[in-house]
Every structure is written in structure tokens, then in C-alpha cells.
């Protein structure tokens, strides 16, 4: 079906759209990036890959990286424990957004895609220190893109750390009430590496597939994890997965997805492909406006939509 020639034009009609998104300089490091970028990866499941656009280059995860810890932290705790701190419910706020927070009652994040649910999430990662913790992280993610060269960008994470004013004061918010109760500079320290562990669209849409085919590497066969994780990961991508803008993402594109500040998506379609996008130019919303309009037209042309 997918034809490296079609992609290429779809990348060339949505990247029309950059002119009317901004990059993300609320982190420093990220400012630097080029707006009319777009780039994409489809991988299926016999191992095929199709791409376009300069896919040498590499993005952060951001936000990406919310549903992989998520999974790790399900598989490390149990989905008792996890929903003890972070519920299931979408906000319709913006992902940075303290206001909910106090509103509901007990005070936990609504869910862990928005900010205070994601640094509640990276709380719960198990390790002995930052750096095993890290470590572990970062192991999960190269199996899951079947990548052992993945790694961070120290500046992105260091640019995040030294700036990250309102994520600190989320977890001050969370420390009062409870929910984590470790020293937020350390927790900021490992949430910002998190965040700045980065890839090429072709890594992306690997770690796309695992989720699509239900947690199962479908090139060594490992349930790298199980099936129900998998599940509530999806489950979160379409509810919460665009932050404020997935209602209408599920019904124009209607693909799992999750995205990122540095213009990055991760989609999944389920028993069919992953795919992986990188493209700068955001909407208010944070989510990449190239990006999302080439999965548009992907979803249009091959009828990828769950719904
Ligand atoms: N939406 C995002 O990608 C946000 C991630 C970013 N590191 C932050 O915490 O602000």
C-alpha cells in the first residue's frame, strides 16, 4: 500500500502548513529547531519501512516520552498502585496546566499525560538513584526500538532543567499533597533526561509498532510487555495522547498517538503499522502542525482510523 513516492507528496502538501506554527523556545534548546523539518516513518510488522523527509535527524521525545514510562512504571508497580496516584480522565486543559489540580478532589493529576501526572509517573520509575532509574529507562526504550545506541541529548536536558520553573512548582504541589515524596530536584533531574532522550522517526515508529502489535516485538517474537499495558497505553494515546486537542485529532485522524513539544508523534495503529514523525512547527496546542496534518492525510488515504 504505502508507496515511498506518495509519502514524499504528502510530506510536500503538509508541509505547507509550517508557515503557520511556531517552535517551542520555552525550552531554550529547543528554539533552535528548523520549522519546515517533516520527516516520517512507517514501520510494518514484515519489517518493512518506508520514509521521507531527512530522516538522519533526531528529535527529543518530550512528551513521547509519558507513555513509555508509563508502561515501564505499570510493568514495575501494578495498575493498582499507578491509579492510587494518577487517574484516568482527560483534562481539556493544556498539559502544563496547574488549575485541575486543586480542583479535584483527592489531589491527584487527572492523568498521567498532562505534566503533574507524567512527573507523579516518573516518581514511581524503580530504581536505587537517579541514575539506575535512568538507566532502566533508558534500557526500555532501546529494546523497544530495537535500538542499543539510543541516548539523551545532555543540552536539551540541561536547557529544560535550568528553565523548568512551573514543572517544579507542579511537583512542590504533589509533594504537599502526597503523591511523590522524593527531592524535586532529583525527580526534575530524571524527568528532564527523560525528556530529552532522543531518536530518528524511524526509531519512533519502531517503538509505534511494539504498542500497535499489543506489546510484541514482532521481529524476535518478545512480549517486551504485556498485552493489558500495551492496551492502557493506546488507551491514554487517543484520550489524552494530543493533550487539549484529542477529541478532535481522534475524530479527523483517529490513530493512537502521542506527541511532543519538539514536533515529535508517535502513532500506533493497531495490527498494521507504527509510525514515527518529526516536524518542529507547532500549533498553540504543542502539538506539530505538519505532523498532524500528514497523518491526516495518511488516515484519509488508507482509512486508518479505529473509529
Ligand atoms: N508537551 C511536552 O512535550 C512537554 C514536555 C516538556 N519536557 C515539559 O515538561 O514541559
Redesign the pocket.
Known sequence: MYTKSELEQFVKQAKQYARYGKV?D??PALGKANPNDLSIAIYMPDGNVIDAGDTTHKVTL???SKIIALALVLMDRGEQEVFRKVGMEPTGDP??SIAKLEEVQPAKPLNPMI?AG?LAVTHMIAGASVTERFERLLQFVRKLAGNPTITYSEEVAQS?FET?F??RSLCYFLKQHGIINEDVEELMDL??KQ?AIEMTCDDLARIGLVFAMDGRDPFTGEQIMPLDVARICKTFMVTCGM?NASGEFAIKIGIPAK????GGILAAVPGRCGIGIFGPALDEK?NSITGMKLLELLSKTYSLSIF
Open positions: 517551542a520555552y525550552i518530550q512528551s513521547i498539559f502544563n505534566n507524567a529544560e523548568a512551573l514543572n524527568y528532564t525528556c493533550y506527541s511532543g513539544v519538539s504543542g
